[in-house]
């Protein structure tokens, strides 16, 4: 199996608990014999790199420089994204199975993905913006709730950490809770039960 994980912070670059929990993710999942792609940003160490772990990283950075908020800097590094994916995919003649991505920010470059190269893909959820932000009522707060919704619908499945969390999210964008998986991080199966969820958005098959 060959997947792609999308997420806007990885290690060197730690801005909270995400990026090593998709450092670790990942390096599990090679261990697994999966073959593990991470897209993700820095400001200035961009290219890929092969780390001795196995996992295989693509940092790009964003190509505007100067932004008025999180949202336009989202929207403008997507772009970015959508390439090095992009790239991937062609370079290991389009031979990949599916993309898992890590909270909000890279939704609509694993939504172009999914539509123009047909790659299926895991939205694993983080948090949401009625729990993040006050006002969320507010037009920038509805924008990046907007994301949420679409990566709600075009995800095949959804992966939280919490049963809370596939409540939350079952009440807030009304996704049927079957469409939900929760993989707990304490679980002694979560890798199991990720490869799992992986196999069944991937269509049961894979490429490797």
Do not use: C
């Amino acid at each position: 199996m060959r997947v792609i994980i999308l997420s806007w912070e990885y290690p060197p670059r730690i801005v909270g608990q995400l990026a090593n929990y998709v450092k670790t993710l990942a390096e599990q999942l090679t261990r697994s014999d999966v073959d593990v792609y991470v897209v993700t940003y820095h400001e200035y160490l961009t290219g890929g790199h092969d780390d001795p772990e196995g996992v295989k990283t693509v940092r790009v950075t964003n190509p505007v420089r100067t932004h008025i908020g999180v949202l336009t800097w989202v929207l403008t590094l997507n772009q970015e994204v959508e390439r090095a994916a992009a790239n991937i995919y062609y370079n290991v003649d389009r031979q990949v199975d599916l993309m898992d991505v890590h909270d909000w920010h890279f939704i609509p470059a694993a939504v172009t993905l999914k539509r123009a190269l047909g790659i299926p893909f895991t939205y694993s959820v983080e948090s949401l913006e009625d729990q993040r932000s006050r006002g969320t009522n507010s037009p920038f707060n509805m924008a990046i709730k907007s994301i949420e919704l679409l990566g709600m619908y075009e995800a095949k499945m959804l992966l939280v950490k919490s049963g809370w969390m596939g409540d939350e999210i079952s009440r807030t964008y009304n996704v049927p809770p079957e469409k939900i998986r929760v993989i707990s991080q304490e679980s002694a199966s979560r890798i199991t039960d990720i490869l799992a969820t992986y196999r069944s958005t991937a269509g049961g098959t894979s490429s490797k």
